[in-house]
Structure formats: structure tokens, C-alpha cells
């Protein structure tokens, strides 16, 4: 029976030395592992393992969630409070998005122009972030004028994004024939499941049927294998895509 314990210990620790390798840990782990095979163990577990592990990294999501529902407008008035204490540009782009994660848009796309005048004016980030909050709060016509900046100054910055959220805006501004047309570019050139939804959404409501039933056997093939963090990642363009059938259901 000893010797059971004794391969255990030793098998337990080979594979916390297999870990420490694969993970870049330094060496010196190695020789803790081995000379205590025991006691190394417990603590390459608590000191590194844990840390790293999926375990410690839902513990955290989750204390940060239940933070977040106990407390839900804390950033937003911890943000606004930085600001009014010092109005810098970095504290006006926290702001920003603490007023965009919060839904107040209108109030967000303001602050994050107001960044756009200053020394950040040609920060393709920050200006897409603005389009974000422009889209959100239904100012078209802003979105597209600034993404056609972005995709003029910086053509490869977030492509796939910028030409989404162009086609979902020139759709929204009533320019459907160019909507099309950046839609199925954006199809033809990309080809994930955020553009392929997007496209889906798009001709459920703008009644293109055979591209729409095309695009919903695409995207149900890919979602029937997700797990459900995957789910809960696109869970955005999914109810997105759920409001869009039944709207394309309430008006057929």
C-alpha cells in the first residue's frame, strides 16, 4: 500500500511537470515537483494551477457578475465621478463606455465625438466605439460617415466589423441597394458566423428568401454544436436574430 501512495504522489506530480512545460513555467518548478513530489504538488497547485484553471476563471467571472447585480451602476457613477474630477481624454472615454455599456447611447456617442476633437482625433478605436454608440442610439447617418473614414485611413482595421456595421447602417438609412452589396462582400470576403447572422438578419427583414434560407441552414448547422459558453458569448446577435424571425414571421 505504500507504494501506491508513493506512484501516486509521483504520478501527480509528472503531471504538474507536464503542465509546468506546456504552460512556460519556470524550471525550478521541475525540481520542486520531483525533490517533494508531495508537497510541491500542493503547492504548484495552489500557487499556479488553481490560477490558471477554467475553476478560477468562472470563480472570478462569476464574483464579478454578482458584483455587477448587486451593484449595477457602480462604473457608470465611479466613471462620471473621474471625470468630473479630472476631465481628461482617457477619463472621457471611460465615461463613454460605461454610458454605452449602461444603454444611455446618446449620451455615450456625445462623449466619445468630444474625444474624437482632441488629441485622439485620428484614433480608429476610439472612433469605433463612437459608430458602436452612434448604431446603438439610431444615428445612421454619423455611423456611416465615420466608418467610411475608418475604412479610408486604416482599410484592414477591424474589417469584418466595419463592414457590418456599414451594411446594417446604410439598411437602417433606407440605401438598401448598397446595403446589398456591402452585405455579400462582406459574405464573400469573410464568411464567420457573426457575418454570417448579420446577413441572415438582414434578409429575413429585407425579404431576400433564398439567401435567407441559405444563411439559416449555414447558421443553425453551426450552432447546433456550440456548448453553452459559446452560446452566452453570442448571445447579442442570437436575440438579434430571434427578433428578426419574428418580425420576418409577423410580417409574412
Not at 48 to 73: E, F, T
Not at 136 to 156: C, D, H, T, W, Y
Not at 211 to 232: G, K, S
Amino acid at each position: 500500500m505504500p507504494f501506491i501512495g508513493l506512484g501516486l504522489h509521483i504520478l501527480i506530480a509528472l503531471y504538474f511537470g507536464i503542465h509546468a512545460i506546456r504552460s512556460g513555467q519556470n524550471l525550478y518548478w521541475l525540481f520542486v515537483l520531483f525533490s517533494f513530489p508531495l508537497l510541491g504538488s500542493v503547492v504548484y497547485f495552489f500557487a499556479i494551477y488553481l490560477p490558471d484553471s477554467r475553476l478560477q476563471q468562472g470563480a472570478k467571472k462569476a464574483v464579478v457578475s454578482a458584483a455587477k447585480a448587486l451593484n449595477p451602476g457602480r462604473e457608470l457613477r465611479d466613471a462620471q465621478a473621474a471625470f468630473d474630477y479630472t476631465p481628461t481624454a482617457q477619463n472621457q472615454m471611460r465615461l463613454a463606455a460605461a454610458l454605452l455599456k449602461a444603454g444611455q447611447a446618446e449620451e455615450a456617442a456625445a462623449n466619445y465625438e468630444a474625444c474624437l476633437t482632441g488629441p485622439f482625433a485620428n484614433d480608429s478605436g476610439i472612433r469605433f466605439e463612437a459608430v458602436c454608440a452612434h448604431v446603438e442610439s439610431g444615428n445612421f447617418v454619423r455611423a456611416i460617415e465615420l466608418l467610411e473614414l475608418m475604412r479610408k485611413m486604416q482599410p484592414e482595421f477591424r474589417a469584418e466589423q466595419v463592414s457590418l456595421l456599414l451594411a446594417r447602417s446604410l439598411s437602417q438609412a433606407g440605401r438598401s441597394m448598397e446595403a446589398k452589396a456591402e452585405f455579400e462582400s462582406a459574405l464573400a470576403r469573410f464568411g464567420s458566423f457573426e457575418t454570417k447572422a448579420e446577413c441572415l438578419i438582414w434578409a429575413l427583414l429585407a425579404n431576400e428568401k433564398g439567401l435567407a434560407a441559405h444563411l439559416q441552414v449555414e447558421v443553425q448547422r453551426t450552432t447546433d454544436h456550440w456548448n453553452r459558453q459559446t452560446r452566452d458569448l453570442n448571445r447579442p446577435v442570437l436575440r438579434r436574430l430571434e427578433a428578426a424571425y419574428e418580425q420576418a414571421r409577423q410580417l409574412a
